[in-house]
């Protein structure tokens, strides 16, 4: 996308799903650098198209439902840590094939870990990754 396009997005994120892009806006804050701070805006834009494709309408994401899904995605993380290896494959691959959405959240997954693999990591990264895991989740978990 040119940035006549990721601004015409940005402004249509906002107006359906201010919550969401807020998330991101508030990195800033937060200390994360403006190059990350477009990364996690892209992978929402990558989320945000998909889900226009469906065709389905979102409902209000809300603050507070962003916090349960990321309480839902820490949750899962830790539970993991503390098994031995195949069990934790095991727990992730039926916490992965919950997911409505697997493909997305491979893609979401995926693009994190390559990230990560390439940045000189901070403390603020944890931030960002945060941001983006939880809102893959709620935008395709049916609110649940």
């Given at each position: 996308?040119?940035?006549?396009?990721?601004?015409?997005?940005?402004?249509?994120?906002?107006?359906?799903?201010?919550?969401?892009?807020?998330?991101?806006?508030?990195?800033?804050?937060?200390?994360?650098?403006?190059?990350?701070?477009?990364?996690?805006?892209?992978?929402?834009?990558?989320?945000?198209?998909?889900?226009?494709?469906?065709?389905?309408?979102?409902?209000?994401?809300?603050?507070?439902?962003?916090?349960?899904?990321?309480?839902?995605?820490?949750?899962?993380?830790?539970?993991?840590?503390?098994?031995?290896?195949a069990q934790s494959a095991r727990a992730m691959m039926q916490y992965l094939n919950a997911h409505p959405e697997r493909p997305l959240l491979a893609y979401v997954?995926?693009?994190?870990?390559?990230?990560?693999?390439?940045?000189?990591?901070?403390?603020?990264?944890?931030?960002?990754?945060?941001?983006?895991?939880?809102?893959?989740?709620?935008?395709?978990?049916?609110?649940?």
């Amino acid at each position: 996308m040119d940035i006549r396009q990721k601004e015409a997005l940005a402004d249509e994120l906002f107006r359906v799903q201010p919550n969401m892009f807020g998330s991101v806006l508030v990195l800033q804050r937060m200390g994360v650098s403006l190059e990350k701070m477009d990364f996690a805006l892209n992978l929402l834009f990558i989320c945000f198209q998909a889900m226009k494709e469906t065709g389905l309408t979102w409902p209000l994401i809300t603050e507070a439902e962003q916090d349960k899904q990321m309480a839902r995605y820490v949750a899962a993380v830790r539970f993991g840590e503390d098994l031995r290896p195949a069990q934790s494959a095991r727990a992730m691959m039926q916490y992965l094939n919950a997911h409505p959405e697997r493909p997305l959240l491979a893609y979401v997954t995926a693009e994190l870990a390559t990230w990560l693999a390439s940045i000189a990591p901070d403390e603020s990264d944890k931030y960002v990754m945060l941001v983006r895991i939880p809102a893959n989740v709620t935008a395709h978990s049916g609110l649940s």
